[in-house]
T-cell receptor, first 112, second 112 residues
Framework: KQEVTQIPAALSVPEGENLVLNCSFT??????LQWFRQDPGKGLTSLLL?????REQTSGRLNASLDKSSGRSTLYIAASQPGDSATYLC???????????FGAGTRLFVKA | EPEVTQTPSHQVTQMGQEVILRCVPI?????FYWYRQILGQKVEFLVS????????KSEIFDDQFSVERPDGSNFTLKIRSTKLEDSAMYFC??????????FGPGTRLTVT
């Protein structure tokens, strides 16, 4: 049974810092891994998708990596800004029926 | 830019009543999903749907739940007899293939 864990649960950093959010999963038989952003009371915005055959993906100041063998993914945010304040979720989509398991998220606060 | 839409944004119902939550996925997407998020908790997978049938469902998706794609554009989630614990935000998502999922804004269901 797939379990997805995210650490830290919460993070507060000053503006401009580079930071790393961690995601681990127990079953390496994933089809892909997706990172999302969720603002309070809102829906989920897709940030990056990494296919199981890929090692990393980049979009602007965001870089996500995937190591299937160790069951880990990281989301790197460069030069953080107050507008980056949100909850960041990772989700593993399993092979087969595409059951998607979410982590509990990392709540990020970037101080101006 | 195409987006997933959901109606209503907020639904209040009495315990034991049936509710239907509606979603319009992005056209030409082939995979459809329902998730729920109880306040303050993880996003939980309910069901995936492809080629007019359920691909996979979670333990939460019991006989009280059903999904349907009644026409070429809508995707619905029905809860036959709502319970207090069904109160949550329900998200619909779609993807073009077994790739990036795009989420709707959610329907907040309140069962009294």
């Amino acid at each position: 049974k797939q379990e997805v864990t995210q650490i830290p649960a919460a993070l507060s950093v000053p503006e401009g810092e580079n930071l790393v959010l961690n995601c681990s999963f127990t079953d390496s038989a994933i089809y892909n891994l997706q990172w999302f952003r969720q603002d309070p009371g809102k829906g989920l915005t897709s940030l990056l998708l990494i296919q199981s055959s890929q090692r990393e993906q980049t979009s602007g100041r965001l870089n996500a990596s995937l190591d299937k063998s160790s069951g880990r993914s990281t989301l790197y945010i460069a030069a953080s800004q107050p507008g980056d304040s949100a909850t960041y979720l990772c989700a593993a989509l399993n092979t087969g029926g595409f059951k998607t398991i979410f982590g509990a998220g990392t709540r990020l606060f970037v101080k101006a | 830019e195409p987006e997933v839409t959901q109606t209503p944004s907020h639904q209040v119902t009495q315990m034991g009543q049936e509710v239907i939550l509606r979603c319009v996925p992005i056209s030409n997407h082939l995979y459809f999903y329902w998730y729920r998020q109880i306040l303050g908790q993880k996003v939980e997978f309910l069901v995936s749907f492809y080629n007019n049938e359920i691909s996979e469902k979670s333990e939460i998706f019991d006989d009280q739940f059903s999904v349907e794609r009644p026409d070429g554009s809508n995707f619905t989630l029905k809860i036959r007899s709502t319970k207090l614990e069904d109160s949550a935000m329900y998200f619909c998502a779609s993807s073009p293939r077994d790739t990036e999922q795009y989420f709707g804004p959610g329907t907040r269901l309140t069962v009294t």
